[in-house]
């Protein structure tokens, strides 16, 4: 299974994304560039973090408008996966791929730090692999991630059940204490009604091996792996998955 | 003509920059700032004749890019009409 990871100018976690899927999962990647036109044949296509055309006028502002996220349109319409992670999942939410907008950490500050995130559904393409209120400790690193929208909207997101990853204390409890940028509802991840595209702040591609010192976020990568190879059964050239991810898959 | 646009946060939402500077303004002796939005302000050349096809595209501008609704407001206004020297 193939996947793409964008490159925008300023893009500095590609390399990670693609370390996972290339070297941990065993699966074909490439990079996409911000100006090509077609995601190629990828079947998964990852915006990754960093700070896009410098993060100028706001977080993925302007990389919402580049040639290749209109490729990644057509891609998410037609049902392919979309992983927007940190500053893609920013990305994804100025291109109107999904709900809301990010505002500056309620404190003021870069957030640096692992955080607890409790999982809120287990039946996206991505989250297959999780049981819902199973905790995962990931990293996060940013200055916009306070996600925000109005009263209405939030209502609408939780009813559809859009919500993904919420930021949680080490006992899976929401307390204020545990969020680290102030994101309404302590949402940390949350997913289109179509289920195919998840944006989440973390950084799932940073806690992918143990030599990092946690594999929490590799089921996100192998579980849309096992999604992909559902829907192409008796795929060619898919190697089985390593022992690590094999683990995850069925813990 | 020239033109300027001025983007700022939604009154309904928390604006932590605006707090933050409310805070130090205080913090230097004006006690009397209530409150303050934090927002950015943008100077645009535009080579049309037509104030009001000029206010139409700056607003589309605004909804289109410069602005992001969801959490932010915007104000248009045209402060030089002939020209294009600074203001």
Redesign the interface.
Known sequence: MKCGVVVFPGSNCDHDVYHVWKHVLQQDATFLWHQDETVKDCDLVVLPGGFAYGDY??AG?LAA?SPVMMAVKRHAAAGGLVLGICNGFQVLL?AGLL???M??????RFVCADVWLRVERDDLPFTRGLRIGQLLRMPVAHAEG?Y???PERLDALEAAGLVAFRYTSPAGELDPAWNPN?AARAIAGICNPERNVLGLMPHPERCAEEILGSTDGLAIFSGALATLRDLSPGSPGSPALPAAAVRVEVG | MIARVTVYPRREILDPQGKAIRDALARVGFAGVEDVRAGKSFEIRLGLEDRDLALRQLREMCQRLLANLVVEDYAVEILHAEGGGRP
């Open positions: 006028l706001r502002a408008l100025e709900p809301g907008a505002r500056r950490n309620a404190s003021q306070n925000e929208d109005s102030g």
